[in-house]
């Protein structure tokens, strides 16, 4: 049915852009006519099959798409990552830092509140509570980056109780270059109270630390 | 005007050591001059300053040119750092007290010679041409169940 199709087509717009409804829409072969019968998203499926592949060939080509085993041993999770990334590319790292958890990739430059005490420009720092290490497809995670422990319910009396385990330093190690500390513009906050002669101005420059992420070092595998 | 360059002796060894790649890290101030005026009595901050913590401080930093030029009567004293980027920031430090006018030498050697610009909203700037290792999320990439194609 090719006004279903084209309809379906129409749907998909606004996240594929497609070519215009002029051109003939490609034969449609077995599988088309199962979808016809069948649930829209296969229909949908159908309809999209003269596009390019969304998933990889190499995924694609295996028909029954299987989710990779999770390894069994630290080493062997090591050498997935490197597998796909190197130091300097391809890899990020789940990072705590001043009660707030930060997604840093290698060359990122972060900017905090200036960081006391005041290393001077040129000096390294060193992540210590990593939470978890990427790159595409696989990550060591600890069980605290998950997501639900950072949600606003908890109170401040648990979020001070709560424990984050970090991933120990031998596996993964990132460190921070100070590039340098420096200030706001100059901020000007004006106060008047009506019929009260009170006015004033407040003044303020927030410091500011700016910080060089780099390389992710993961720990040799076996 | 005799003066010391840094690196032109031999005996002091340079803070900035070359490291292969993006983590090389050069000092970004350059040059730093005191201006001062002998006599002016609102130059005494800056004037005890350049007699003793300056000394060490030039030792500390090697691989910035520290300068000291006496000017004539009348003009203000100035601290004026020129930095990597090609850029200069100058202060004046007329009627400062000696740890007044380190505190203003802190800051220039702290400072990268950027121009000042708000830092509030920019927590995490990501490098140049960088791109994100997980990739883009996409609603059409989004698998969630074997072989019943795609959840938008």
Redesign the interface.
Known sequence: MPAFARLSVRGLQTTAPLPPPTTPLPPSDGQASVASTSSSASASAAAIAHLPPIVPSSVASSSSFSLPVAPSSTSSAIQHLESQSTPSAGRYVLARLHARTYLLHPRDILTLPTLKPMQPPGTTLSLTKILEVGSRDYAIRSPAASPNLHKRGLDWKEKKLLKLESIPSEIVRCELTVLEHTKDPLIKVDKKKRRKGYKKTIQHKQGYTRLRVGDIHLAQAE | MPRLIPSSSSSVIP??HPVP???H?L??LRKLIFDYDAESPSQNGIRSFIRKPLINLARENPDVEFVVRRLKRGKAAVLRGHYVNGRDKVICVNKLESDAVSNKVQLL????G?K?????N??????PA?E????IW????D?TR?????R?
């Open positions: 803070k900035t790649g993006y983590q890290f000092t970004p050697l702290n400072s990268s950027a000042i610009k708000s830092l509030k920019l927590t995490l700037e990501a490098a960088s994100s290792a997980r990739g996409s609603a059409l990439h698998q074997d072989g019943k194609g795609y938008i």
